[in-house]
Structures are given as C-alpha cells and as structure tokens.
C-alpha cells in the first residue's frame, strides 16, 4: 500500500518561498505518476503540478506556472513542490497525491489519482 506524508507548510509573507515535501513509501516514487493539488476554503481541488513516471516530464497549472517547481528525488523517494514568489491567493490546503500510470488527458483530475496525503497547510500573507 502506497503512503504519502507531506511536510513544509507554514505561514510566508506574498513574495517568499516555500518547499514542500511528500515522502513515499510501499513504492518507489518513481514508479508512481506523482502530483500535488490544492484546495481553499469553499473551493474545489484543483491540479497544481505533476511529474511523470521515468524521465520525470512536469505539467503545471497556468496559475503557477514559472512560479512553481515540481521534482523527484529518488535516493528519498520524496517529490518536492517548490514555491516562489507567492501570492495570497495560493493559500491553501496542499495535498500530495499519487496514481500508477501517466495519461495527457487526466493528468490534472484528482479522481484518477489513487493515493493521497493528509495535507499541508500554506498560508501567504498580504
């Protein structure tokens, strides 16, 4: 059974930086399609940012895109989301999520995503 820990939320002024972390384990995460979603109060989950199984090829949401940084470290079998230059409106729940195979049509759908964290907080301030 696949589990996921995330950790390195916090409270960060609009402009800083956050890393994120999801530990794997039961597989190895490079095995695993991995992806994070967010979600606000009285929203929806939404995507933010996948990688690949393998090469590790990495989608974005366009509201984060050039912001936000998705990679793999396979020695720690951990995924990381780095985050810059935030903005309050990136404060959310963030979740580490994870599937078995990659596919360009679903890829930002969180039902077909099989795994997932507990989540993290982040909150950006004005």
Known sequence: QVQLAESGGGLVQAGGSLRLSCAVSGRTANSLVMGWFRQA?????????????GIGITYYADSVKGRFTISRDNAKNTVYLQMNSLKPEDTAVYYCAARTYFSTSSYAKSEFYDFWGQGTQVTVSS
Do not use: D, N
């Open 41 to 53: 109060p009285g929203k929806e989950r939404e995507f933010v940012a996948t990688i690949s199984i």
